[in-house]
């Protein structure tokens, strides 16, 4: 039988002993005193702020005061992140919410916005906006300068191919700055409105693949390809005879361009 070294045991045991305290008193040192300590600066960062965004650091601030959980001049042992986390991730315009507390005594919150690339406004009288990935968002006191689409768009074409039209029109950004409008005819063939130039544009209809991804790839080839030629359209043919001289530019057909003369 196997003789126990007793002390070798007690020396082993010990050291761990010693090893949890030490880890426990590091803890607490580096842990805040929550017990007294308030709540005396709240820090609201909004990524995208200044880049058409329907957020504000005031807004969070109302959305946090109506659910009596705005964290400044209160006790930090009632401040609970998660839960000022989980409330913000509620609104319709917050993407992700992230908060902490620091030992200074602060709250920091950080925001990241779901970011509006088109507005709809149909003729059933629907008025939303579409983010980048055809999510919904509904109607605010937005004003930034988005392209508008109006016409015959149901929720399903708006989501399905309208966001991704829309995507790949601000990929470009002379097109851009150049596309205000996009209106979308009954049987869904699609015109252009430019900001330059007193003329429509008509570029056909959406390529329509189940696959989210291959309807993006479809969309954004079918959009250069028109693009390509319009922009040629107007280098030497517009400049030459004038900007309003056509009321209606077709583009649907690969090998030619359509016009019709203004009255």
């Not at 906006?129 to 109006?150: A, C, Q, V």
């Not at 959009?223 to 359209?233: A, G, N, P, W």
């Amino acid at each position: 039988m196997r003789k126990v070294n007793w002390k070798r045991t007690i020396i082993g045991l010990l050291d761990i002993v010693l090893a949890l305290y030490l880890i426990l008193a590091v803890t607490s040192f580096n842990k805040p005193n929550e017990t007294q300590q308030v709540c005396t600066k709240v820090d609201i960062n909004i990524a995208d702020s200044n880049n058409a965004g329907f957020l504000s650091a005031n807004e969070i601030k109302n959305i946090l005061e109506n659910h009596k959980i705005y964290p400044l001049n209160k006790p930090m042992k009632f401040v609970d992140p998660r839960k000022i986390e989980e409330v913000l991730k509620v609104g319709p315009f917050v993407k992700t919410a992230e908060c902490y507390k620091t030992k200074s005594g602060h709250v920091n919150i950080s925001i990241t916005q779901r970011m509006p690339v088109v507005r709809i406004k149909s003729v059933t009288g629907e008025d939303y906006y579409l983010d980048e990935k055809g999510g919904i968002l509904p109607n605010s006191n937005y004003t930034s300068d988005l392209i508008i689409t109006t016409g015959y768009v149901s929720r399903s074409f708006a989501q399905n191919s309208i966001a991704l039209l829309s995507n790949a029109i601000n990929q470009n950004d002379f097109w851009k700055n150049q596309i205000e409008q996009i209106n979308v005819l009954p049987d869904l063939g699609i015109e252009l409105v430019p900001r330059v130039g007193d003329h429509i544009i008509f570029i056909g209809y959406l390529p329509q693949n189940k696959s989210l991804a291959e309807r993006q790839k479809r969309i954004n080839e079918f959009l250069q390809k028109k693009m390509t030629r319009l922009e040629k359209f107007y280098k030497y043919g517009l400049s030459q005879v004038g900007w309003n001289k056509y009321s209606y530019i077709n583009l649907e057909f690969d090998n030619q361009i359509i016009c019709k003369r203004r009255n």
